[in-house]
Structure formats: C-alpha cells, structure tokens
C-alpha cells in the first residue's frame, strides 16, 4: 500500500516563504515519480511540480506560475520529498497534496512525462496541507 503524508502547510502574508514535508516509504521513493499539486476551492487540480526517483537523474520540473520560486527535493535517508515555496503570492492559496506516479500505463513509473497534462498517472495522493496565503 502506498501512503503519502503531506505537512508544513499554514498562513503567511504575501511574499513569505513555507516548506511542504511529503513524507513516504523509502519504496515508495525509489519506485515512482513524485508530483506536487494544488487545488483550490472551486478549482481543477493544478500541477505545480514533479522530481523524478532515479537515483543518478533527479531532474525536477515545475508549472510557469512557480518556477524560480518553488523547489522540489528529496531526502532519501527521511524518505521525505519536500516543497520549498518561496515569494509566495495569494493565488497560491490552496489545498497542497503530493502523489506518487503508481498508475502509468506505459509503465514509466520513475519519469515526470506528462505530468502537467496526464495528472491522473499519479494515482496515489496523501489527504494535502493547506497553503493560505494573505495579508
């Protein structure tokens, strides 16, 4: 069974920075692609960022709306990817989850292909942390 435990979610004021915890199994790491998403209320889910599990390719992809202020990691000794959101902006406010690539039919379980567009690929989630961003 797969689970995935998102945390570090909270308020903060326009421009401030948060750290998402997405906390797993060290085989869930190794075996799949991991995917940051957002949803907002009312609102279709929204990729936001994707590393690949390849231990020698980690390369990292990211939405438009937050390249050059978000960063994706992984730390395999915490079997842990994080989320570091920086200059963050109000519409960023949202329900923040991360989903391991478990449900690909070409069997690319470890790459970030589509993830923007074929979201349904990763198809294990944890329940999400929510990101409100005011002033």
């Known amino acids: 069974q797969v689970q995935l435990v998102e945390s570090g979610g909270g308020s903060v004021q326009p421009g401030g920075s948060l750290k998402l915890s997405c906390e797993t199994s060290e085989f869930v790491l190794r075996a799949y692609a991991i995917a940051w998403f957002r949803q907002a209320p009312g609102r279709e889910p929204e990729g936001v960022s994707c590393i690949r599990s390849y231990s020698y390719d980690e390369t990292t992809y990211y939405a438009d709306s937050v390249k050059d202020r978000f960063s994706v990691s992984r730390d395999l000794a915490k079997n842990t990817v994080y989320l570091q959101m920086n200059n963050l902006r109000p519409e960023a406010t949202a329900t923040y989850f991360c989903?391991?690539?478990?449900?690909?039919?070409?069997?690319?379980?470890?790459?970030?292909?589509?993830?923007?567009?074929?979201?349904?690929?990763?198809?294990?989630r944890g329940q999400g942390t929510q990101v409100t961003v005011s002033s």
């Open positions: 989903a391991a690539r478990t449900e690909d039919p070409d069997r690319l379980f470890r790459h970030c292909d589509l993830w923007e567009t074929q979201p349904e690929r990763f198809g294990s």
